[in-house]
Structures are given as structure tokens and as C-alpha cells.
Nanobody
Framework: QVQLVESGGGLVQPGGSLRLSCAASGNIFSIYAMGWYRQAPGKQRELVAIFTDGDMTNYADSVKGRFTISRDNAKNTVYLQMNSLRTEDTAVYYC??????????????WGQGTQVTVSS
């Protein structure tokens, strides 16, 4: 069984910073991609930032220069450092990973989501 557990969300004022963490655990053979999506009320879930194909990263245009994704491979953990937060960054942030478990097929896994609210 594979699990993704997120932490680090909360309430922050515009211009502030937050750091999200996502740890993958369980019977993991290999992680092929790992990153963050978000979903604001009434909107579709969208990519925020993700590691793919080793060290390649991909960011949404709206967060480039403000958010930074990083990872600790030894801990199967990714982080999202969010700076210069704006009200439009308010959303539930979800961790996603493409994982090959020890037994079974390659699969896409989601965390439970963590709320980020940017408000004065």
C-alpha cells in the first residue's frame, strides 16, 4: 500500500510564505514523478509544480519565480516553497506521484489535500 501525506498548509497574508511537504510511504519500488496540483473553489484542478524524468521540473506560469519545488529522495519527500503569495493562490493543494510499488502496476497516487488560504 502506498500513501502520500501532505502537511504545511494554513492561513497567510498576501505577500507571505508557506512551505508544503509531501511524504510518500509504503511498498515503493520507484517514484517516476512527484509534485503538486491545486484546486480552487469552482475551478478545475491544475498543475502547480512537478518533478518529472529525474531532475526535470515543470511549473505553472502563474507561479514561476514565486514557488520552488524541491525534494529529498532519501525520504521520498517533495516540498513546495511558496513565496510572495497572492489571494489567487488560495486553493486546496494536492500532492501527486507516479509510483511503481514493489508488487503491482505503475499507478498515480494522490494525497488528501491541504488548504492554503491567502487573505488579509
Amino acid at each position: 500500500q502506498v500513501q502520500l501525506v501532505e502537511s504545511g498548509g494554513g492561513l497567510v497574508q498576501p505577500g507571505g510564505s508557506l512551505r508544503l511537504s509531501c511524504a510518500a510511504s509504503g511498498n515503493i519500488f520507484s517514484i517516476y514523478a512527484m509534485g503538486w496540483y491545486r484546486q480552487a473553489p469552482g475551478k478545475q484542478r491544475e498543475l502547480v509544480a512537478i518533478f518529472t524524468d529525474g531532475d526535470m521540473t515543470n511549473y505553472a506560469d502563474s507561479v514561476k519565480g514565486r514557488f520552488t519545488i524541491s525534494r529529498d529522495n532519501a525520504k521520498n519527500t517533495v516540498y513546495l516553497q511558496m513565496n510572495s503569495l497572492r489571494t489567487e493562490d488560495t486553493a486546496v493543494y494536492y500532492c501527486n506521484a507516479l509510483i511503481k510499488p514493489l508488487r503491482g502496476q505503475l499507478n498515480s497516487y494522490w494525497g488528501q489535500g491541504t488548504q492554503v488560504t491567502v487573505s488579509s
